[in-house]
Nanobody, 127 residues
Framework: QVQLVESGGGLVQAGGSLRLSCAAS????????MGWFRQAPGKEREFVAA????????KHADTVKGRFTISSDNAKNTLYLQMNSLKPEDTADYYC????????????????????WGQGTQVTVSS
């Protein structure tokens, strides 16, 4: 089991930046592939970014590629999402998730691949 707590959300103007954090407790952080997802009001949850257990592989959704960067610090048991050049359409609740995969190099973009989820942090981008 792992417990996930997101932080770092808030209100920002278009073009601004935010860094989301996801603190993990419980089972060793390095045992999980991690991901970020988001859900806007009235829309389905969508994939944002993912990172492998060993941190060597990452994947970003086309909608955020070049603007968002996922990273992890295993020593701190923390996952990050650096978000630059934010747009109003990035407004959503952002969730981190953990996949207890045995594969150290794989990344996962499907929500059903993840067993554990945080409670979410809200990001609002004003125009």
């Amino acid at each position: 089991q792992v417990q996930l707590v997101e932080s770092g959300g808030g209100l920002v103007q278009a073009g601004g930046s935010l860094r989301l954090s996801c603190a993990a407790s419980g089972r060793t952080f390095i045992s999980y592939a991690m991901g970020w997802f988001r859900q806007a009001p009235g829309k389905e949850r969508e994939f944002v970014a993912a990172i492998s257990r060993n941190g060597g592989s990452t994947k970003h959704a086309d909608t955020v590629k070049g603007r968002f960067t996922i990273s992890s610090d295993n020593a701190k048991n923390t996952l990050y999402l650096q978000m630059n050049s934010l747009k109003p359409e990035d407004t959503a609740d952002y969730y981190c998730a953990a996949n207890p995969t045995e594969y150290r190099n794989n990344v996962y973009s499907g929500a059903p691949s993840y067993d554990f989820w945080g409670q979410g942090t809200q990001v609002t981008v004003s125009s």
